[in-house]
């Protein structure tokens, strides 16, 4: 290798490492620039290849390639805005920087774009996975800024990592004052506008077998953590979206019908409990049965007690939310809440309304009929599977009469379509039910295949009742997860995840996931006053913060400056070296000073040159120190002697 | 400040300088080299007097030596010496080369081919010769005075860095003053002066004054300096490859030589001054190939860039 290649070499292996990072940020075109640029320079710095040559044709390149890749990159995201465009700009002009890069100081800014590029990434995830590699970057790159601003290629390898590791663990309480104390902005500022991602989770379309699709899916929905004991299993009904329109075939939510709700009466305590959602891409929040309020700005509780985010859900999002698990409304529905709840389109399904008008001239009443229907559905035998096969356009008759098999949402849909056609209130609530319980972080994962279908209908007296006619198809699962029931539904890897012991290890990092999650990542405003509020401070505010921030960086500064001096600081000049300065300063005013490499005896003749009447005591003073600092002992007595010899001078 | 007994290189001193006029400074560095048990190459135009100091040293010293003219043609058995079959006794015996004396001076080193300037470096660093599987030692002392012409490129193998640093000190005579050339033109040949001079010293005499280079003393405060100096060399941009450990260890060497002909009992850093260029300037490949006249500069730059100590 080149003597001088180290530097470059560094610079590059950091930049590449960073664009790395962004792997899933920039498109896959720019990381394959930038690799490709980050090889080249490696291979011209070890003299694999020659360095281009210089010239006027070369300037030219360049500004050709950079407006090239501004172009691909709007080309590519029609913006230059966001994190996305910026993140791939940035690695492909810090690709460009190292076509050209020769000097000290260029290597300096491609390991600055690194860091850019860090921090774009940091925006991008910041999941406990991540963490060991942004740090390993950090330090990869504090070591190369070492070995760079060491003049002449001067420091091992080791001694930068050693070095960086050194500054970074003197740099961390910093960073956790900052970290705990620096005054936070509420919200998300970094809340940069983000690609389109794939969407997972449920939908506001339910054509039959919708929610069989998730089965297979063992990815975490949400997590929750419960104030107190949780409640019961066979009572986790998380909502997510009211589906109150049919076709005959689909189940949708329209979202134009919405009517006054009767008033609603809570019964018994609230279940008060936080959820961490996992990114959708798409609006909803879930929240248990009858949820109080909306747990945050910018969510929309409509009349059906359905949750709606303005925005998509893009990022892991938690919520505080309370939950009543048994209300009650004695008033009446409206009459357009009871038409849009009781319509049909179409005439399809005749099997279906046969029956339901023949069970409805059976019972007395609507709660009746209901009991009634469910019984039917006991009687019939009807198959709990995740694999019914394909229905006909009649899905419910399909269901029901044909094939007698069928999944949450075919029972769900058979179930308020009975009730519709009875002219009994009644809908679809998609949502999740039960979940796994993380013992080892006290909190509900609930997993996709978690994913449920019921029904809520309206009984005069009661209001929306949730019945969940799986439960008398497979009671199983109101006490079970899917894949306890049916483990040929689970794909490979779930697997292997729930096998006994990596399923303990897997709770393990799933609750240091959560922790991560919840202490860290959502750390914030409220967060850093409850912290205040634990340090004692009875109603924290702002000054608090930037007290507390002020005191720990004055403190952070003192302990640093006193470590570095402690290390770095020459030690104080003796007796000796004293007496001698004190000398020299004396002889400054007869003759120009004694320069920093001039030695005592070259100093000491210069001195007898210019001043003839001064050589002897000027010699005897020189040749007293030579002998002091250059001989093999110095005793007191003498030192003594030399700072007589050199009082006298003054006289 | 003097030495408690008297000061033997006084009087070699200064038939050294009677022979070589007006070059008190080189003359110095030369002996301080030899004290120092270092090679010496000097670097120099021809005619200046280059094989004269050489000559000079060997008779002030007292020394046996011998003289190699380089050629592109010499062969490493032409330096070492050659086995040959003795045909009376039936056996091989070995005949000693030119190198087997106390000072050798290699005249124009640069003109030998690589291999037999190897030939000779090795000699010098580990001051024996092995021939077939026999070791022979080579006297004590042993000094290797070697010239070369550095503007004279054509046919010559320039000496790589590795065996540069063989040398201890690089220095050159250059042209006199005026005083002293029309000095030399009046008196002719300074070397005939020389069967006529008694040597100041003897072989046993210079051994006594290296080992007494040994006794300096070199404070911690002096190590320092040189330390710095050292590092100092490895920290520009401007030099390709910083001053070996090596090096730094020749440079205290010399600096004690230096100071002993000074009569000196310790070290200064002015010792170290003195000596610092023509140790450490044919051991820094400047960047760039930078080089010649402004080399004196560039040494003295480095200087400047370290403090003494105090």
Sequence with gaps: MIAAARPHVAATLVFAASVLLVLFEAPLWCTAVALGCAAWRIAVSVGWLNPPRAGSWRRLVFVTLTVACVLAVLANFRTLNGLSAGTALLVLMGALKLLESRSRRDDGIVIGVALFMLLAAVLGDQSLLRVPLYLLTVWGACAAIAIIAHPGDALPTRAALRLSARALAMAAPLAAACFLLFPRVSGQFWALQRGQQATTGLSDVMAPGAIGELASEYDPAFRVRFEGSPPPRETLYFRGVVLNSFDGFTWRRARSHTWNPPPLEMLGAPVRYRVTLEPSYRPWLFALDTVARSPRRNVFLAHDRQLTAMDDIDTVTSYDAESYLRTRSTGKLSVAGHRYETRIEGEGNPRTRALALSLRAQSGSDAEYAQRVLQWFQEQRLEYTLDPGPTSVDSVDSTLFDSKRGFCAHFASAYATLMRMADVPAHVVTGYLGGEWNPAGGYLIVRQSDAHAWTEVWLDGHGWTRIDPTSVVEPERLQRGLYDLMPQSMGATAQVLRSAWISRIAHVWDSANQWWQERVVEFNARAQLSFLRNLGIDSPGWQHLGWGFAIALLTWIGWVSLTLRRSVARQRPDRIARAWLAATRKLARVAPARAADEGPIAFARRIGAARPDLAPAVSDVAERYVRLRFGPSSSAPEVLELERAVRRLAA | ?310
């Excluded at chain 2, 000074?262 to 140790?279: K, S, T």
Aim: proline residues 7%; contains cysteine; hydrophobic residues 45%.
């Design chain 2, 1 to 310: 400040m003097t030495a408690s007994t008297p000061n033997p290189t006084i009087g070699a001193l200064a038939d050294l300088d009677r022979v070589i006029l007006g070059k008190p400074q080189a003359v110095r560095l030369a002996l301080a080299c030899l004290i120092a048990r270092g090679h010496l190459l000097i670097e120099d135009v021809p005619g200046v007097g280059k094989t004269t100091l050489a000559h000079a040293l060997a008779h002030v010293l007292g020394l046996a030596w011998q003289r190699v003219q380089f050629t592109s043609d010499l062969l490493p058995a032409d330096i070492i010496g050659v086995s040959v079959f003795d045909a009376s006794r039936g056996e091989f015996s070995f005949r000693k080369g030119p190198i087997f004396t106390q000072l050798l001076l290699a005249d124009e080193v640069n003109r030998a081919s690589p291999k037999t300037q190897s030939a000779l470096l090795e000699a010098m660093e580990e001051r024996q010769v092995s021939v077939d599987v026999t070791t022979y030692r080579l006297p004590d002392p042993f000094f290797v005075v070697a010239t070369q012409n550095p503007f004279e490129q054509l046919g010559t193998f320039r000496l790589p860095e590795s065996q540069l640093d063989r040398f201890l000190m690089r220095i050159s005579l250059g042209y006199p003053d005026a005083q002293h050339e029309r000095a030399l033109l009046a008196e002719g040949d300074r070397r005939d002066l020389l069967p006529v001079m008694k040597p100041a010293l003897s072989p046993e005499g210079v051994r006594d004054l290296q080992a007494a280079a040994q006794r300096v003393h070199v404070a911690p405060a002096l190590l320092e300096y040189v330390q710095a100096l050292v590092a100092s060399t490895r920290q520009r941009t401007d030099v390709l490859l910083g001053l070996s450990p090596r090096a730094g260890q020749g440079l205290v060497r010399a600096a004690r030589a230096w100071a002993l002909l000074a009569g000196r009992d310790l070290v200064l850093p002015e010792d170290v001054q003195a000596v610092f260029g023509p140790v450490a300037s044919h051991r820094l490949e400047r960047t760039g190939g930078a080089g010649g006249a402004d080399h004196a500069a560039f040494v003295s730059g480095i200087l400047r860039g370290v403090p003494v100590p105090v």
